[in-house]
């Protein structure tokens, strides 16, 4: 440069206040945008360019920040000046294609970006050397709704610096900046991941940072993006599954749970579960719930990222030899009603299709796991009473030795007094157990004779769920094929009546009509059931069901027309 252009040059002493950075910002800010509009030279502009932009993150940081010494700041200052102005003389003779030879040209280009470069690394060492205390502003004021875009970047680009050449105060305020607004506004996301190339990579770099803070606010900032399909191959990319497995090995409690949740995510794409897997996730996984000392909040992710681990059955097969099933089954036995439902669950899911860990889980104690969650006197709420009769239903009906095993710990009483004393949702289970027990063996049938099942089913023949109702009917009617159970049945007062009550005569309810009927048929075996009919007063009932042509409503009437009976009908046996 001449003379003339140095003595125009500010002086340091002139550059010590936030005027003279809002104008060398101003004058980067000009240059960027004249960079776009020149035709040669393009991937070297495109190099001082990311630089420019480096450093104008960098500056505007500063202007956030004060300090006592400011002559070091000032020289720095200065020497940025003298680069942007040969730069802009650059930049014009570029667009005018009035430069005198391109070798020449590409040289001083290179020379550019080598300056700017030191810039950058020099303003770094600034901040890394603890010369600067932050100010009262010390992250640009977050854009309000509706921002531009331009807006938008800005910001980002602001936190970006911040994240690089800041203190740790400074990284960890911009790191809860990044996640506040990447958790309200996707349109950040987008920004992070595509516009500013080395954010995510630095993002994931903090994840072994020696700070906690700054290792769980990168976490959150990871977990938000790889809530995105497009982005989680990005985070792959630049490495963030080995340090999460390392943070659910020797993290913080919320680190851990962080990290869980952040992998459940990732792994909801099959390929990125074989990377967790080659790095020791599935490993590392099961060590966390086997110690003994697993949090509740914590599990659930956990089992989450098993979960989709396990949709490879490569990976499936090893957990299982990794000792998958007896770290749950023991999991299952916590007093900790959340791990115990997420273990149950976990279970089931690894199990469904799979008799081969069915029978695992049989064998390393499961049923009897589970019914001493349905034990009356066990602190259990109604989710874990039906969470535990939804995996005998699973678990138990698929051999007899299954169901033996259960029946030996008491199942029956248990089964019995949630289907008098249970909530409605865990009564419609229990219903349905019984409803599958009915249909297992004759000795079942008989237990739950013995037991006074019979007298429950009646009740909920008239329930307001006709599903309900249904299942009990057809429950009963398999129930009293039994002598022994037709004579107990027959013996309670009120039985009969309440069956013939609960005949509905109308046509939509066929399906439940027909068990009852089948019910009553084999009731007619009993002599004294017989007359109950003929007297209860719904014999009417039943001869309407006959004139109408149902089937099982005229055998019905032909097995009361003995002798003994004939007078008290209407003769339509004949019909």
């Known amino acids: 440069m001449g003379e003339e252009e140095q003595s125009q040059e500010p002086s340091p002493a002139s550059l010590t206040g936030k005027p003279a950075l809002r104008e060398l910002i101003s004058l980067i800010s000009s240059l960027i945008t004249l960079s776009h509009s020149i035709k040669v030279f393009h991937s070297k502009w495109q190099l001082i360019r990311n630089k420019l932009d480096e450093l104008n993150s960098s500056l505007v940081a500063l202007e956030n920040c004060s300090s006592d010494q400011n002559t070091v700041i000032s020289e720095i200052v200065l020497e940025i000046f003298k680069t942007v102005n040969e730069s802009q003389d650059l930049a014009a003779r570029c667009v005018n294609v009035s430069f005198s030879g391109k070798l020449l040209m590409q040289s001083d280009l290179d020379l550019i ?188 992710p956990v089992c989450g990222v098993l979960r989709n681990l396990a949709g490879v059955e490569e990976i499936k097969r090893f957990m299982v030899e990794e000792g998958m099933v007896p770290v749950f089954v023991n999991l299952a036995k916590s007093k900790d009603e959340v791990l115990v439902i997420n273990a149950i669950e976990f ?73 008098r004393n249970g909530e409605v949702s865990v009564q419609e289970l229990a219903l349905k157990l019984v409803f599958r027990l009915c249909g297992t063996s004759e000795e079942a049938n008989k237990a739950m004779g013995d037991a006074g099942f019979m007298l429950e089913l009646v009740k909920f023949l008239n329930a307001k769920s006709f599903e309900i109702r249904e299942m009990a009917a057809e429950a009963l009617s398999c129930m009293v094929l039994l002598p022994r159970n037709r004579k107990k049945f027959v013996q309670e007062d009120g039985n009969i009546g309440l069956l013939l009550q609960s005949l509905d005569l109308r046509e939509g309810n066929s399906g439940n009509r027909k068990f009852l009927l089948s019910t009553l048929i084999s009731l007619t075996s009993c002599n004294s059931a017989r007359r109950k009919i003929v007297n209860s007063g719904y014999l009417k009932n039943i001869e309407k069901l006959a004139q109408a042509e149902v089937h099982d409503a005229k055998k019905l009437v032909r097995k009361l027309s003995s002798n003994r009976f004939r007078s008290m009908l209407s003769g339509i046996w004949h019909s």
């Open 113 to 300: 970006c080598t300056k700017f470069d030191f810039h950058v690394k020099k303003l770094s060492g600034v901040y890394s050397s603890g010369i600067l205390t932050n100010g009262s502003a010390l992250v640009v004021s977050k854009p309000g709704f509706g921002a531009t875009k331009d807006d938008m970047r800005f910001y980002v680009r602001d936190l970006f610096s911040r994240l690089k050449i800041g203190d740790v105060g400074m990284k960890l305020h911009a790191l809860i900046g990044l996640n506040e607004v990447v958790t309200d506004d996707e349109k950040y996301v987008k920004i992070v991941v595509l516009e500013f190339e080395d954010l995510v990579g630095l993002l994931v770099n903090f994840l072994d940072n020696s700070e906690l803070g700054i290792q769980e606010m990168a976490v959150k900032v990871c977990c938000v993006i790889a809530g995105f399909d497009c982005y989680k191959g990005i985070l792959i990319g630049n490495g963030v599954v080995s340090p999460l497995i390392r943070f659910l090995e020797s993290g913080s409690d919320m680190g851990k749970e962080l990290a869980a949740v952040c992998l459940m995510k990732l792994t909801e794409n099959s390929d990125n579960a074989w990377s967790v897997s080659a790095h020791g996730g599935a490993t590392a996984l099961l060590k966390l719930c086997g110690n003994g000392d697993c949090r509740a909040e914590l599990v659930g």
């Open 347 to 419: 279970l089931q899911a690894m199990a469904y299709g799979d008799e081969v860990i069915r029978q695992m889980i049989i064998r390393e104690g499961g049923i009897r796991v589970l019914v001493r969650i349905l034990d009356p006197r066990a602190l259990f709420s109604s989710k874990g009473r039906e969470i535990a009769l939804r995996a005998i239903e699973n678990f138990c009906f698929s051999s007899a030795n299954s169901l033996n095993l259960l029946m030996s710990y008491r199942f029956m009483d248990h089964l019995l007094f949630f289907l």
